[in-house]
């Protein structure tokens, strides 16, 4: 049938088309239990969210820094306290584009 299998171009069309860092944050067990939390009762301090979670603050604190960094969470300092809020609107957008290029990719000939 002449098809060729070339396994560097299709992971270079899904590095090109998917954010893989963005989900593999999202989709670490305790990452998106944070992120479902977070979005479910809103903005909290480090401190509220860790009442709620069987991880010490230390351990939240890594992942809510880590999920800012790829802005899945925001932060805002307010004195000494620092709140964490799910970035909705990103998520939602990532995910629909995510969808967008894989429909794209999967009718590539």
């Known amino acids: 049938m002449g098809l060729s299998y ?11 088309n998917i954010d893989i860092e963005f989900f593999r944050a999202v989709f ?5 239990e944070l992120l479902i939390f977070l979005a479910v009762y809103g903005e ?12 010490n603050r230390s351990v939240i604190s890594r992942h809510l ?20 809020k799910a970035n909705k ?11 967008i290029n894989m429909k794209a990719l999967m009718n590539l000939k």
């Open 65 to 84: 820094d880590f999920m800012n960094r790829f802005n899945i969470v925001q932060r805002r300092k307010e004195g000494r306290e620092v709140y964490y």
């Open 28 to 32: 670490d067990p305790v990452r998106s």
């Open 6 to 16: 070339d396994p560097n171009k299709c992971k270079k069309l899904i590095e090109d």
């Open 44 to 55: 909290m301090t480090i401190g509220e969210i860790a009442e709620h979670f069987p991880q």
């Open 89 to 99: 609107e990103l998520i939602v957008d990532t995910f629909e584009k995510t969808t």
